[in-house]
């Protein structure tokens, strides 16, 4: 599970195939291929980013049996080469309250823009792939912070800058 948790959804969702043996679990960042890969999601990691591959979002991955509390509640994802398993994405622009930054050590860390280096840890470093998934909206102590991810047609509109 992701140590990542959502705080505020909203106003987008969509459902894309899981790429071939990639493994999607509950609160993951995402990204998604969208040059060679047919539109694939896969974990976060922008040091493989490429300029086909996009940060999408947050999987939303349900699972169990809400029937029999004893089971897991949250089961993985992981994409086949068929394409015919899909995860849900929030590409709505989450907001996570009081996440770790590495990086973040003051109120002036507000507004710095937030990188992925991998599906559960932020940064205000740039990664290998330089890709901005976010900033910092409220700095709390240590590397605490509140973090405001992009919304999808946000990041489509930085990429295309």
């Known amino acids: 599970m992701c140590a ?4 505020e959804s909203g106003r987008g969702e969509f459902s894309p195939v899981i790429k071939d043996t990639a ?3 509950n609160g993951d960042l995402v990204g998604v291929d969208v040059g060679g890969d047919d539109g694939r999601v896969e974990r976060w990691d922008d040091t493989n980013a490429s300029p086909t591959i996009l940060f999408a979002g947050v999987a ?10 004893s089971q897991d509640a949250l089961d993985d994802l992981v994409g086949n080469t068929a394409g015919t398993v899909r995860v849900v994405v929030d590409d709505s622009g989450l907001r996570f309250n009081e996440v770790p930054v590495t990086g973040a050590a003051t109120l ?25 998934i976010g900033y910092v909206k409220k ?23």
Request: negative net charge; aromatic residues 6%; hydrophobic residues 30%.
């Open 4 to 7: 990542l948790d959502a705080k």
């Open 23 to 25: 493994t999607i679990s």
């Open 60 to 69: 939303k991955v349900t699972g169990g049996d809400p029937q029999n509390p």
């Open 108 to 132: 002036a860390n507000e507004y710095d823009l937030v990188f992925g280096t991998d599906h559960e840890t932020l940064t205000l470093t740039p990664t290998a792939g330089g890709q901005a």
């Open 139 to 161: 700095y709390h102590t240590g590397t605490t912070c509140d973090v405001q991810l992009f919304s999808g047609p946000e990041v489509r509109a930085l990429e295309a800058r």
